[in-house]
C-alpha cells in the first residue's frame, strides 16, 4: 500500500547522522546531502555549502536553492549585484532605460539571455529594483511597484513574467514596465530574492535549520548534530 502523504516517509536521523564539536568539515556519504543541522551550543560555522542545484558554470558558478552559505573564501546570502547567487535570482542585470516608458520589451546593457539557456526562460517571474542594491543591505532592495512580488498560484496569482526571449539583449514581459536606471532580477525554481550575508551570523543553542547541504563546518567546543538526506 502506498504512503498518501505530501512527506517524506522517513524522519531525521533515519539516513544515518553525523555529531562534531571540533573545527572539522562534515561532508554526507555518496548520494545524500546534509538536510538538517541541530546546533547544541550556540555557533558561528565558517563553511555551510549549499547543493549547488542550478549551477552556473558559465556566470562563474552558482548557489543552492535558497539555503544559507558559508565559505571560507567568499561569503554569500541566507535565503544571491552578482548574477551567480539566490538573493538576486537566477541573474540581476542593468537595464537600458533609453527605450522610453510603458514598454513591455526591455534590453539588457550586461547580459546576454539568449547565449545563457537555462538561465533565462518564458514563464520566469522578475522584479524591477534599483541596481545598486546590495546583498548586505546597503543599500537594501528596494521593490519597484510596476512588477509586485509574485503570488504563484491561487485566486490571487500575481507578478510580472518573462513571455520571451526575443535576441541577443531583449526579453519581452507580459506587463508594461518604465525602467529607471532599475535591474531587473529573474527567479527561478532555486532562486529567489531578499536575504542578507550569513558570514558570521551566531546560531543559537536548540535552533535547528534546514536545506540542503554538500559540506558543513563549525566552531570548536561547540556540539552539532547533521542529520543526512537524499
Not at 52 to 66: E, Q
Request: charge should be negative.
Amino acid at each position: 500500500m502506498g504512503i498518501n502523504s505530501q512527506e517524506v516517509s522517513y524522519g531525521f536521523g533515519q539516513m544515518g547522522s553525523a555529531y562534531t564539536d571540533v573545527a572539522q568539515t562534515i561532508i554526507p556519504p555518496t548520494g545524500m546531502v546534509i538536510c538538517a543541522i541541530q546546533f547544541l551550543a550556540d555557533n558561528t560555522p565558517t563553511v555551510l555549502t549549499p547543493e549547488l542545484l542550478g549551477r552556473t558554470t558559465a556566470l562563474g558558478g552558482g548557489d543552492g536553492p535558497g539555503f544559507p552559505e558559508i565559505t571560507t573564501g567568499s561569503n554569500v546570502t541566507g535565503i544571491n549585484s552578482t548574477h551567480t547567487r539566490n538573493s538576486t535570482g537566477t541573474i540581476m542585470a542593468a537595464l537600458d532605460d533609453n527605450a522610453g516608458s510603458d514598454i513591455t520589451q526591455v534590453t539588457f546593457t550586461s547580459f546576454d539571455p539568449r547565449n545563457k539557456p537555462g538561465i533565462i526562460s518564458p514563464g520566469m517571474y522578475v522584479l524591477l529594483v534599483n541596481a545598486d542594491y546590495q546583498e548586505d543591505g546597503d543599500p537594501a532592495m528596494v521593490i519597484d511597484a510596476q512588477t509586485p512580488i509574485p503570488i504563484y498560484s491561487g485566486p490571487n496569482q500575481r507578478g510580472v513574467k518573462i513571455v520571451s526571449i526575443d535576441g541577443d539583449d531583449t526579453i519581452t514581459l507580459d506587463t508594461a514596465i518604465s525602467p529607471n536606471s532599475q535591474a531587473l532580477i529573474v527567479l527561478g525554481p532555486h532562486q529567489g530574492a531578499g536575504g542578507i550575508i550569513a558570514n558570521g551570523q551566531l546560531y543559537p543553542k536548540g535552533l535547528t535549520i534546514y536545506g540542503r547541504w554538500t559540506e558543513f563546518k563549525g566552531e570548536a567546543d561547540k556540539g552539532v548534530i547533521c542529520y543526512f538526506g537524499k
